[in-house]
């Protein structure tokens, strides 16, 4: 009985994977190609078609200036996924090095690391990048250097008590009695084994990035108008929700199927991987 | 626990010390001059000294520093650069609303994830297994301004049941306006909630002292409520400070989309006029939330489970 049960959770957890990974990949794909395929300029304004509702000529319909929202759902994607990946990458990669060094060396370097990282863990992510995103200026780089500093406190984590567990391991100490120095060491060895809980980890952090993009250019601190993004189209639609709901309501529906797809793979490899695993 | 105690909050020192200076400093190595982004471009060089020197700006930097944080200790953030209104009188009026909406969200998460919880945790077939998947899913997925504006379409403008705008005046005015931002919130933590209560509670479910309990033929509705729900439910009290600290930073999204006049609202505002004065007393506000809910989340641990004190 458990058994079918556990195999067919199992199956269940592969077919969300595989929805999860076809739904991310085809996004990642139509934010790429955009450009080339937007049936009208997402910036080009006609007041003459404004606040339309979905028709053949405009599937979305258009906002309150008459720019096509199928358009501009488009061109969004490309500042929403551009962030939402490249900003938790940032993070990844200096969060792995911080935690890695700290797992790695324990002591004063452990201390000073761990205790920086946990004061910036103890702020919510949001708060966090409103703080950074204000104290830069609202501006695409700021809203990517303030999601990636709310991201890194929660790599560094990770891979500090990942590399703690793997350091234990008799090839660690038979690395050093080697002669192997201690950055070969983090590459060759500790690296390799404890990237999987930190792929899983980023897939799961990618979906908040992207929440977190949407939720700080909405509050108008992240890629700013007329470029559009999903999160500033809800910001424009909001003037004017009686006569053109659809900017907002198409946008918000954009950010909420990226966000389901990344964390549908995220859970599922997770659920494959390893269990045990606190993101 | 006494030590523990004195320890702790003596922690609380450098970090609010380094989270003001942080505060402090972000916004002075900004570009741009406060006083040319208050008056305007084309301001005259003697109106711009006179504003400085009002404030304070032409002062070294270290007097800035000192008076910045004798003032935010002793709790007087001065006043808006923008229209010279005391920032204490607007963070007064605008306090409640925010404390209201959190405290709302969070007993609605709290009311409606606790139930789902168990119930997931308990019965385990396919039904309450695909509910608490889809609702957790959604509930990390759907960003809350978006069921926010959502909702806003559907009962506000459509239905016409609950006020659009504002935070209301009168007691029940502001109950009904209240409604739809803290249902808004309330649903997302209800999410985190559930399933923070259902994995605590399938853990429970497992120990020894549940099987003994079953084993001497106490009815399972006892096992599950006196038996797990009180074991399972330590995890989910100690999680509290995170809810409610996730709370409070969605009340800054979720005002603007009720044009609710909150501290988010306070915040937001300030950083678009440019208004740092505004924007530094909104940090620091924030901030001091975080560092207070962090420590007393860390004593109610220690209350809870002595055995953290030694640690």
Redesign the interface.
């Known amino acids: 009985m458990t058994d079918q049960v556990s195999v067919r959770a199992y199956i269940g957890g592969n077919k969300v994977a595989a929805a999860g990974m076809t739904i991310s990949l085809a996004l990642i794909v139509l934010a790429i190609v955009a450009p080339w395929i937007v049936p009208q300029d997402p910036l080009d304004q006609s007041f003459l078609s404004a606040g339309q509702g979905p028709s053949a000529e405009h599937w979305l319909g258009t906002d309150s200036f008459g720019r096509d929202v199928f358009s501009r759902v488009l061109a969004g994607a490309r500042v929403s996924l551009s962030i939402g990946i490249v900003a938790p990458t940032i993070a990844a990669f200096a969060g792995i090095w911080c935690g890695m060094v700290a797992g790695y060396f324990g002591g004063w370097t452990d201390r000073t690391i761990s205790r920086s990282s946990d ?1 910036l863990m ?6 966090l990048g ?3 995103a ?5 501006s695409f780089q700021s809203a990517v250097i303030a999601i990636a500093i709310a991201l890194f406190p929660r790599f560094v984590r990770l891979s500090r008590s990942a590399t703690q567990v793997v350091k234990r391991e008799p090839f660690i100490d038979a690395s050093i009695a080697a002669g192997r120095g201690s950055a070969s060491i983090m590459l060759r060895h500790v690296l390799p084994n404890i990237g999987g809980s930190l792929i899983v980890a980023l897939t799961l952090w990618i ?1 908040t990035a992207i ?1 977190l993009e ?2 700080l250019s ?4 992240g890629a700013q108008p007329p470029a559009p993004s999903w999160g500033n189209m ?1 910001r424009d ?2 003037s004017d ?2 006569g053109a ?1 659809w900017p ?2 198409c946008a ?1 529906a954009a ?2 199927i990226a ?2 797809a990344f ?2 793979v995220g ?1 599922a490899l997770r659920d494959m991987l390893d269990p045990e695993i606190d993101t | 626990m006494i030590a523990y105690i004195a320890r702790r909050l003596l922690e609380v020192v450098p ?1 609010v010390l ?1 989270v003001l200076t942080l ?1 402090f400093l ?2 002075r190595v ?3 001059d406060p006083a040319v982004a208050a008056l305007g471009e084309f301001a005259t060089p003697a109106a711009i000294e006179t504003f400085r020197h009002k404030l304070g700006l032409d002062q070294p930097m270290w007097r800035q520093y000192l008076a910045f944080l004798s003032q935010a200790v002793m709790g007087d953030f001065g006043q808006s650069m923008v229209n010279g209104t005391p920032i204490n009188a607007l963070l007064a009026r605008s306090l409640p609303y925010t404390m209201e909406l959190a405290a709302a969200a969070l007993l609605f998460g709290m009311v409606v994830g606790v139930p789902l919880g168990v119930w997931t945790a308990t019965k385990r077939d396919g039904a309450a297994d695909g509910i608490a998947r889809i609702f957790a ?2 509930g ?4 809350d ?2 069921l926010g ?2 909702l ?2 559907a009962f506000s ?1 459509h239905l016409d049941w609950f006020p659009m705008l504002g935070g209301g005046e009168t007691f029940w005015d502001r109950m009904h306006h209240l409604v739809l931002p803290a249902i808004t919130l309330g649903l997302v933590m209800a999410a985190f909630i559930m399933r923070l209560t259902r994995s605590s509670m399938l853990e429970v479910l497992r120990r020894d002292y549940v099987r003994t309990a079953r084993g001497k033929g106490v009815a399972e509705r006892w096992v599950i409520f006196k038996h797990a729900l009180r074991n399972a439910l330590i995890p989910v009290t100690t999680g509290m400070g995170i809810y409610l ?2 709370t ?3 009340t ?2 979720v005002e ?2 009720f044009s609710r006049p909150g501290l988010g609202q306070l ?2 505002g300030g ?2 006029a440019r208004d740092y004065t505004m ?1 530094q007393a909104g ?1 620091v506000v ?2 001091f939330f ?2 207070v809910v ?1 420590l007393l989340t860390d004593l109610l641990c220690a209350a809870i489970d002595p055995r953290i004190t030694l640690r």
């Open positions: 004061l103890s702020f919510p992510t949001l708060l409103v703080m950074i204000a104290a830069l200026g609202p979906a929440r949407a939720a909405f509050l108008g601190l809800i639609g909001m929700l009686v709901p907002a309501a918000g950010i909420t966000v389901l964390n549908m859970d | 970090t380094l505060v972000a916004l900004l570009p741009g899913l959604l990390f997925s759907l960003p301004f978006y504006v959502l806003l379409l403008l600290l996730t409070l930073s969605g800054i999204t603007l989309v915040l937001i950083i678009s924007v940090l924030f901030a975080v560092v962090n």
